[in-house]
């Protein structure tokens, strides 16, 4: 059974119907009127008939009345009439349906809150209905050319949706319909209604909406489904409206529930072809200002489209398209809502633009942020004005400069012509401002990032500005911390005046006077030995240190013995320097010292019998070791250096030893840490270092950790920065075109007790008799003994593990333990350097015992190694594997065998182990890496040891040295010849 079906037997204005009732009211001309219903249960489809006519009761009565009889006919002829098909349920199927649940669900009303204009209802025009709150819900027009037909829908429709007062008229519709209701309601409805609450199937039965659609339903059942939904262009309403145009309904969507009324009947019948946007619009504001920063802000849509375009619409344009959470765009036929929350309406209220005072802005920003970034839209008028959030440079203005304090002006630079003093942004920040006015705009202040003066671990700053003064005091280790760490983007301002030429002159790291070449460096210096000397001399006039990193081979000697010289020269009073070294490298120092500056007086305050020498000597240098450091800490922290250097200080870098706690407690006006080991890339070795030279610069050990353990790349940068003024590392790349193409150097080291044993037991064992010989002007001296004499001296200086054991007396210990080396140690000290430095390191020994140990020595910890001796196969593979495989780092060869006709210019680094007799084969051998093709500065270390015949032979060799090249070709007993008896009987004397 369809409605439709239903219709045709019975009259559709007389029938109502609800859930699975059905009522037939009377005609109006009917004697004895009654409405007849039709009831069904859906559970059992057991029906009912019922009458409230006066027809008599009984069995009969189903004949009797005649009301009945009509309906139970009509129902009669449709088939299926008793099946579950009902009415209603086709009802619920339709758009009307669905369009009244919509509308219900934004918009529940109830007929009781509305009303109708004109009241009248024998009135054939327009009926509004209008909401609780006076807003036009909808209209209806019947038709004009039927006015009986038109006067009797428009009874039915107000009777339907009780907009018209029941009254006493039993067969007013709205009444037959509640009656419906109360005869269907189902068990649960029956129970709730107990408690007056009802269901929400209930609620919606009796809404307006529901009612409303019914009727429009019901009459127009044989005419379509019929609705279309339209937007009014001139008011801006979202309209559903009946396509049967003599009919004319009009139903106005409440705004707020447009979107979900448009979501829900969308597919449901034809709409307006509107695009839904969700989540596209932005709220903005045009900002255009006068001449005195008062702004004016207008009210802006941006709407984002799908192609990431976006289009800007001014919001007083829209206002009549405003439908609660969504906006209506006509010109896009666009309805869109929002992206994020409207950050600007709500402040704005009913308004669409602002004016505002200037200093309301920073009020303004504090709730929309900032105004003058995108995507609001700036006008040309608006466009000098800004919100600082970023100082672009620092300004620090000298007030007075004195030895130990500079009196600052700081400022910070927004834009080009707009400055804020630190001390301005500190008072405003103490009044709780967030914002100041400037030039331009306004300065962020509260979150402001005041750089490195604030920021930086152990800065001073901030407490000082604490009471209201207007300038820093700032020490000049703290001013150059600050410029470092402010990146470039330090300014000195003004130009020109005394205090400021002081302050540009601490920046440049310049001496106030630049440093003259002292008179008591008898070597000159290389152009960047001269750039570290006045390096160091602006060190020593501002009392701060430094780590002077140079590579290996660079003269970082040199250098430090240039400022001690300029120390000496420049000081009213004589006050000593200090040197502390590895004992290995004391002879180092000391030799240095006496051949190249003259002004200086080397002391060595080292050895069992150590004595202090006379600080007050003009000049005075005081060479020490690590240990005598430790050992002698009192008596070396109650004297104050001009200078104290500390060579190898990697040694010390370990914040948790004595050692660096010794170095720590020495007083001295200028600490430099000298070492040719990289350290920049180890970041607590760097900082233990600077601790020591300049105490306090990168703050706690906590504070820096936390700032740059772990860091990132910025943070990286910050780092580099800070330390690169107290950081000098030349490479002998970037000097190569200053550094001669092979660089000499001797290195001197002391026979250790063991050895001098040995040695003294040799000299007056066997070396006694050949004394004896050679004193004898006419004997015949005994050229073979004396050269094997002097071969087992060699190799005692060398090492004495390195020694045959039949040349070792029995009562000699030979244990391995105690075969110690001073010449080992600082061989090994060297290699680790080289290595550290990434060199790559050619050995030469005349020895085949000492290649080997240093072959082990390689093995054990872990340096690959290739070499070279007699016995040597594949001689070609092993040099290949050195220039070629990055991984072989090391190069040990006999001098005899590797020594010549050769390539090893994968090396830059030479060690003789021990000295040859002749200088030219020395030559040769070096030449083997430092050739044609090597493309830097190759570094060649002689190992010499002090007081035995190795310095004598070291002195014959270089007097001698044209003459040797020239005589001599093979290293055996024959080149004694060119000796004198009396040099011969002092290569084999005592050690010193
Ligand atoms: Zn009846």
Known sequence: MTAEDLFAYLPAHRLEHHRNALALVPENNDPDPGTAVFLMDPKTGYHTLSCSCKAPTGNKRKSRCPHIKQLSEGLRKVPDSGSRSWLDTLFRKTPWYETAAALHQVCPVSSQSLKISPEKVSDTGEIRVWGPDAELLASFSPDPEDSEKAALEKQLLLERTNLWPQKDNPFHRGRVMDMLARLTLTETERLMALQEVISRRQALEQSFWFRLLYH??????????????????????YII???DRSRALRIVVPRKGVMRVQKQIQGIFPGTGQVVRPESLESIVKVSADENNYLR?????????????????ERSRLKKYWYGDAVYIPDKNVLATWKATDKFGPVFGRQYTKRIKPERVPELIDKMGDIFSPPNIIDPSAKRLRLHRKWEHMEITAEAVDRDWC???????FGESVTVRLADIYEARRAGKKYLPVDDGWVEIRDLDLGPVVKLPGSPVSAQLGD?????????????????ASGGNLRVRPQGDAPSKSLSAILDMQPATPVTRPSGMATGLRGYQENGLQWLGFLAENRMGGLLCDEMGLGKTHQVMALMAWLAENRQNPVPCLVVCPTTVISHWERKIREHAPGLQASVYYGAGREMADLSVPGMVMITSYGILLRDAAVLQGIGFAAAAFDEAHLIKNPDTKSHAAAHAIRADLKIAVTGTPVENRLTDLKALLDLVLPGYLGTDQEFARRYENAGRHRRKELQRLIRPFTLRRTKDAVLHELPEKIEDIRYCRLTDTQVRLYRDAVAGRGKKLQQQLARGDADIPYIHIFALLSLLKQICNHPASVDRRSVPKSFKTDQEVMDSGKWELFVELLDACLANGQKVVVFSQFLPMIRMIASHLQSIGVESAGITGQTRDRGQQIDRFNNDPDCRVFVGSLRAGGSGIDLTGGSVVIHYDRWWNAAKEDQATDR???????????VFKLVTEGTLEEKISAIIDRKKNL?????????????????????????????
């Open 929 to 939: 890496v430092h050739r044609i093709g090597q493309n830097r500065g190759v570094q």
């Open 964 to 992: 040797m090249a020239d005589v001599i070709a093979e290293d055996d007993p024959g080149l004694l010849k060119t000796f004198s008896r009396d040099e011969l009987m002092d290569l084999i004397s005592l050690p010193d």
């Open 407 to 413: 009196w600052l002006a700081v400022s910070y630079g």
């Open 297 to 313: 802000l207008t009210l802006y849509l941006l709407l984002h489209l799908p192609d990431g375009a976006t289009e800007a619409i």
């Open 241 to 243: 409206a009946c396509t």
């Open 468 to 484: 209201g003064r207007k300038t820093l005091q700032l020490s000049r280790m703290d001013l150059l911390r600050i410029q470092a």
């Open 216 to 237: 429009f339903r019901n009459v127009s059942a044989d005419a379509g489904p019929g609705l279309v939904t339209e937007l009014e262009q001139e008011t801006g309403r």
